[in-house]
């Protein structure tokens, strides 16, 4: 989706006691690193990393014999709990770097934490497990289904672990679909998507992007043009991680048509990890919509959403996942996932918020985020601080605050002079 960065004179400033330039460090390519074989390598930028968790771990200690008696342990083990509860409640409070929605309330649920609920399998053949959730997950599955304007004959999908899960799996899909497909992402997209390309030896292509992070069209061209020769598998952005970009899904079609990519020679994955969610909600947002040659879709459930626990939901054509599915004996049911045990408390929690919530509660928590993101980037620039919004989106991008302990104090997400806030629902004024 074009976006627009507004770069008034603002974006130059003098600020943390040097000149500082967000829309030109938004600009700036990453530098390629070539190998010495010529080929291209990724960037090895110095990357601060986060404290060494071994000195401040919490070491298993083996019970004494006459614990059970003296009940040390327990008391010595609801210490250690309540502390850690403590510190969850002060983290939570300072969290504004990840698109978590830390708002939410599922005391109702606080009754099935007793069982271990497990989805192993298909979501739509029971296995011999009984302890499943599967009558949540599939009702989750069709409302998204109905969201993202697919038949209920038509789609076959699952809830996963994460939005990177749902990436892996879209992108295996294509893979099985055209297995010499090339794959071609934009350069800001997750690096799951470049984790899957080295996972399954596929070929893959890096597109530029433009300043606002979304995919440059006209780079997508001169990249499809020499490989006509070979089917194409696209990654498209519903929301980029650093910048919450949205690709203009419309334009990567017309693009794909226009260098002679008829519909039964590509394949579209968008991810939706972050944004996937919260675009059906938005005025004027482009559509995601399986009337469109889109293969599949996935989001993260943990994020806009707001799960307790990561996972995610992957949607794609039935058509398309036979090739990809085998029937397990031991299962009694189809193996189709990227993983083999599944969370089936997870499902509850989706099928819990969309029910509380439905369409009406996420559209006015959708303009509620965006409000709030454009205060934050008007607050930011009042105070001297460069910052930039990408239309339709809640992630506001400013300039790396100097102090690490900031960073951390408020767990921003920062890539290389950049830092951002993603406004979640929980985040106030
Ligand atoms: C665009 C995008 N895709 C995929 C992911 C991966 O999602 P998850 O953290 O749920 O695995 C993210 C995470 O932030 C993301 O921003």
């Not at 482009?286 to 959403?305: A, D, L, N, R, Y």
């Not at 409000?371 to 980037?377: E, G, I, M, S, T």
Request: charged share 25%; hydrophobic share 40%; proline share 4%.
């Amino acid at each position: 989706m074009a976006g627009t960065f507004e770069h008034e004179a603002t974006s130059v400033l003098k600020s943390n006691g040097k000149v500082f330039d967000l829309a030109a460090v938004a600009k700036e390519p990453v530098p390629p690193v070539v190998a010495s074989d010529g080929s291209i390598v990724e960037n090895e930028r110095e990357i601060v990393l986060g404290r060494n968790v071994h000195t401040t771990c919490l070491s298993i200690t083996e019970p004494e014999v006459d614990d059970e008696s003296t009940g040390d342990k327990e008391a010595f083990m609801a210490g250690v709990l309540a502390r850690y509860r403590k510190t969850l409640i002060e983290r939570t409070k300072h969290h504004l770097g990840y698109p978590y929605n830390l708002d939410f309330d599922y005391g109702a649920l606080a009754q099935l934490q007793h069982f271990s609920i497990n989805n192993l399998g298909d979501p739509f053949i029971e296995s011999n497990y009984g302890v499943h959730s599967r009558q949540f997950e599939v009702g989750v599955l069709d409302w998204l289904a109905c969201l993202w304007e697919i038949e209920k004959d038509e789609y076959w999908g699952y809830i996963t672990n994460c939005g990177t899960e749902g990436n892996l799996h879209g992108i295996l899909v294509g893979r099985e679909v055209f297995p010499d497909g090339i794959l071609y992402a934009s350069q800001e997209s997750h690096y799951s998507v470049f984790k899957a390309a080295r996972m399954y030896r596929m070929e893959c292509v890096k597109i530029r992007t433009l300043v606002t992070g979304e995919i440059d069209c006209a780079d997508f061209k001169a990249k499809l043009l020499p490989n006509k020769d070979k089917p194409a598998i696209i990654n498209v952005n519903m929301g980029t991680t650093v910048k919450g970009a949205v690709d203009d899904l419309d334009l990567v079609i017309q693009t794909l048509e226009e260098c002679g990519f008829s519909h039964d020679r590509f394949y579209i994955h968008c991810d939706g990890a972050l944004f996937g969610l919260m675009m059906p909600f938005v005025k004027c947002a482009p559509k995601v919509s399986f009337k469109k040659p889109i293969g599949s879709v996935s989001v993260s459930g943990h994020k806009f959403v707001g799960c307790p626990m990561p996972c995610g939901v992957q949607l794609t054509r039935i058509k398309h996942i036979n090739a990809l599915s085998k029937n397990v004996e031991y299962l009694a049911s189809r193996d189709a996932t990227i993983m083999g045990s599944r969370n089936g408390h997870a499902p509850i929690f989706l099928w819990y918020t969309l029910n509380r919530k439905g369409y009406k509660g996420f559209q006015k928590e959708v303009q509620k985020c965006l409000r709030n993101a454009h205060y934050l980037k008007d607050r930011f620039r009042e105070e001297g601080i460069s910052a930039m919004l990408n239309e339709l989106s809640s992630t506001v991008v400013f300039e790396r605050p100097l102090d690490e302990e900031f960073v951390r104090r408020w767990q921003l997400a920062c890539e290389r002079n950049m830092a951002h806030v993603i406004v979640m629902p929980n985040v106030t004024i």
